[in-house]
C-alpha cells in the first residue's frame, strides 16, 4: 500500500472535506499522515490518520480571523481580499514547504496532496519532479485553472462565448495579474524564491494547474467548459454524498408530507452567528406564504433565533440531508460548495446568496448552469429572497435541470475516482 501526505491550511472548511479522503485512504490500507493546524488534531487522529502539526507561523485559530489577523478589520471588498491573500495564505508558504520537507525527509512519501489554498505547494512544484513526490490538488472549491474561455478565478464572472468573450478574459486576466494583484504577485516571487531558489514561472494563485493531477470533487456539468482544459484534470463527483441517517427527527416532522412546498434554509455550520445574513431575511421573506420554511442552525441553539417565529417556520439545530432534501422545493444557502452539492445531489433547486471567498464562483455556477438563482450579495434583504423562491416554485426548469446534475453525480466515481488517479501517479506503490 501507499504513504500519503495531506496538506491543508488550518481553516475549517478547508480541513473538513479533507478529513473524508484521509479516512477512505485509511481504510483502504494506505498509511496517511496530514499536516495541519492544532485545532484539528483530534479530528485528524479520529480518521485513523497520523496528525502533523504545522509550524507555529503557519498556524492559527480560525474561529475567529479578525481576531487573529487583526489587521484585516475593516478592509473590505478588493483591499480585503489582498490583504487576506497576502496575510492568511501566501506569508505561511514558507513555513509550510518547510514542514512538508521535514515530514518528507522523516518518512517519504509516494504522493502529496494539497488543497488549493495551501500556496506551499506552489514552491513543492517548482522542483523538478524527479527530486519530489507526485502533488495531487483536491479541488474542495470550484475549478480555478486558467483557461482563454473563462474569466480569472475568484470574480464570479459568467462565461461568454465567442471571440469578444475571450477578449474579455484577456483583459481581465491582465487586470487581474498586474493591477488588482500585481503587489501581492510580487511579494509572491520574492516569498517562494527566497523559500525555494527558483524564480516563481506564473501567476501565484495558478499553482493548481502545476500539480501532476488535480481531482476536482464536482462533475462536467456543474463546471465551465474549457477548450484548452488541462489532462491532469478529472472529475469524480461531490467529496461526500448524503448518508444514511437514523436519529431521532423533530416532532414536527410529519408535517413534510408534500401537503405544501418545502423551503429549507442554512448558513452551515461557520457562517452562522448573523441570522440576518440569510435565515432572517428568508423566514421574513415568506411568512405569509402557503410554504414550509424548514431552519437548521447549523448547532447553534434555537434559542439564540429571533423570537416569536412565522408561524409557517420549523427549526432544528441540524437535520439529515438524506431524508430532508427529498422532499425540499428549494434549498435557501450561503454558496458552500458542500451544501450546494448535496443539493444537486437531490435534484434540489437553488438560491444562493454568496459573494465572498469561493462562494461568489460557486453561486455563478449555480447560475450558469440553471440550478438556481443567484443573488449578488451576502446579506439579500427579504425582498429579494422572497421574489428569488416565488421564482424558482413557479418555474419547473429549475428542479429539471438540477436533477438533470444530480443524474451525473449519481454516476460518478466519488473517492474511488480519487483513489484510481493516485494509481496512475504511483501505481507499484498502490498494489504493494
Known sequence: MSSFLICSTPVHGHVTPLLAVSRYLVQQGHRVRFLTGQRYADRVRSTGAEFLALPTGADYDDTDMNVAFPGRVGKTGVAGIRWDVSNIFLKPAPMQIRAVDDAVAQDPVDAILVESMFIGAVGLLSRRRAERPAIVN?????????SKDTAPFGLGILPRPGVLGRVRNAVLDVLTKRVIFGGVQKQAEQILLEATGQKLDGFFMSGASRADAI???TVPGFEYE???????VHFVGPLSRATKSD???????SELDGSRPVVHVSQGTI???DYDELITPTMTALADDDVLVVVS??????STLPSPLPANVRVAEYLPHDRLLPVTDVYVSNGGYGGVHYALE???????AGATEDKAEVAARVQWTGAGVRLRTNRPTSEQVGSAVRRVLADPGYAERTRKIGAEIDASSGLTGLETVLETLVPKAMQG
Do not use: K, M, S, Y
Not at 436519529?247 to 416532522?253: C, F, R, S, V
Not at 442552525?297 to 434555537?302: I, Y
Open 247 to 253: 436519529g431521532a427527527l423533530p416532532e414536527w416532522w
Open 297 to 302: 442552525t447549523g448547532g447553534r441553539p434555537l
Open 226 to 232: 474549457r477548450r484548452d482544459l488541462p489532462e491532469t
Open 271 to 273: 457562517a452562522n452567528t
Open 215 to 217: 481531482v476536482q470533487f
Open 346 to 352: 437531490h435534484g434540489v433547486p437553488l438560491l444562493v
Open 138 to 146: 483536491l479541488g474542495i472549491i470550484p475549478l480555478g485553472v486558467e
